[in-house]
């Protein structure tokens, strides 16, 4: 079992920055993968970055650049910097395990001037 739980989520104006963290508990020697997906409005979910239990990183092109993701002991965090309107979603944490697919229950950022 995987809890996680985000926040860090808010009103940023374009250009600007903030950070999104995901507390993990729970079994988390099953983790092999953790991510962010976000969700805007009439849109599908979107994979945004994930990071290996090697420490390897992808990212979506749209990102790419801007937003970094990185994880210290029991947290992951996304960087989001130059921050543009279309990144306007709410975000969530992801971990995959062997038996199962966990999500947190999401935080809204919102991009606008």
């Known amino acids: 079992q995987v809890q996680l739980v985000e926040s860090g989520g808010g009103l940023v104006q374009p250009g600007g920055s903030l950070r999104l963290s995901c507390a993990v508990s729970?079994?988390?020697?099953?983790?092999?993968?953790m991510g962010w997906y976000r969700q805007a409005p009439g849109k599908q979910r979107e994979l945004v970055a994930h990071?290996?239990?090697?420490?390897s990183t992808n990212y979506a092109d749209s990102v790419k650049g801007r937003f970094t993701i990185s994880r210290d002991k029991n947290i992951v965090y996304l960087q989001m910097n130059s921050l543009k309107p279309e990144d306007t979603a709410v975000y969530y944490c992801?971990?995959?395990?062997?038996?199962?697919?966990?999500w947190g229950q999401g935080t809204q950022v919102t991009v606008s001037s």
């Open positions: 992801n971990a995959y395990t062997r038996s199962a697919d966990y």
């Open positions: 729970g079994s988390i020697f099953s983790i092999y993968q």
């Open positions: 990071i290996t239990s090697d420490g």
